[in-house]
């Protein structure tokens, strides 16, 4: 495997990491998580538009998949907007890797429906990750916004649940047009909530919408580097690759953003993201 076959992983967990930072930037310039979701979602749902058109799909959804895929846009809408809230409640580093335990609890739901297989050592690496957690965690919870860690949380499981019916329903579709289909369900969710509310907020300062065209730059450039990583070199390794997200938004955070953590905290981290590797590399496919 040469490092050309790398390079678009690589490349979409750099991207994920600097939208994480960016996030905070536009919090910081008055827009709210409701209008960030549904202007990014706009946009998402017109560049993956635009890009089937020029490259369609070899194969089209039945009308099972697809309303599969629009059933899944609407957990896509519940994990994007709790991930958001977390990072705007949370510093950036413990948002991301408090959402990062879904790959655990997606291996163990899967082993619990039957979808997927987790050996003894996999177990183990699990338990050891959410140790990690609670070292990173637990010291310092007071001064954690309770409502950040909920939103964090409710998105893995959002996640979590999104991934198994892919698995399980939609492992031979085309990735893009599953995206796609997910995407326009869950705007449609932003747009009317937002509606509901009948209050846009943008940001207020030229920094904050250059921030926010970064995110959205950003995100769907990892979107799109994720189809050609797993393309590439499979899902399984793509995964691995991912990894690093929540690793460089740590080291991003404390060098841009001066957020600091204790050497317990440090040590959590550390420890949650070393075993989250251990396991998926230990899960018997």
Partial sequence: MSFADLLPGLVAAVSFSIADILLKVVFASGMDVLSLASLRGVLVVAFFAIWLRLAPAPRQHTSRERLIALGIGLGFSVTMFGLLQSVALLPVSIAIL?????????????AATGVDRVGWRA?????????????????????????????AFIAAIARVITLLLTRAYLFRADARLTTWYSMVPSTAVYLIALSSVGTWHQPESAAGWLAFVGVSITTTLSTLMIYISTNRIGPFRTALIMNLE????????????????????????????????????????
Avoid: C, K, N, W
């Avoid at 010291?139 to 954690?144: I, R, V, W």
């Fill in 123 to 151: 177990l183990l690496a699990a338990l050891v990750a959410f140790i990690g957690l609670g070292l990173m965690l637990g010291f310092h919870l007071e001064d954690l916004a309770p409502l950040g860690l909920a939103s």
């Fill in 98 to 110: 408090a959402y990062f335990v879904y790959p655990l609890l997606t291996g163990l739901a899967g």
């Fill in 246 to 285: 929540p690793l460089l938004t740590t080291l991003f955070s404390m060098a841009l953003l001066g957020e600091t953590l204790s050497p317990i905290q440090g040590m959590g981290a550390g420890l949650m993201i070393t075993a989250l590797v251990a396991f998926q590399m230990l899960r018997v496919r």
